[in-house]
């Protein structure tokens, strides 16, 4: 059963490394800005948006054009959050090798 304790060692440490990870990504900022500088947001890591900053000039510009560029950015800034989250979850989680799981 020594195999068994040597696992379940394992699996606690990955699970502290995750635990240390989410907090991580919690304090991580990614900054996104698209329109040329019109939209302005900050999401964390973890995918909470923090902030979104317009500028007055460009919510002049036709509602389409404006609402199809916030979109755009709140799109890009997911999908790097998305990104940055499991690139750092697979570091955590590669260092752990348990037999049988892939």
Not at 87 to 100: D, I, N, R
């Amino acid at each position: 059963m020594a195999g068994v304790g040597k696992l379940l060692k394992q699996a606690q440490k990955m699970q502290k490394s995750i635990e240390s990870l989410q907090t991580q990504m919690e304090a991580k900022e990614i900054d996104v800005t698209t329109g040329g500088g019109a939209v302005k947001l900050k999401i964390n890591g973890a995918g909470k948006f923090l902030s979104l900053q317009l500028d007055p000039e460009f919510l002049k510009e036709d509602a389409k054009l404006v609402s199809d560029t916030l979109l755009a950015a709140i799109q890009d800034a997911a999908k790097q959050a998305k990104e940055f989250n499991d690139a750092e979850m697979q570091k955590v989680t590669s260092a752990f090798q348990m037999p049988g799981m892939f």
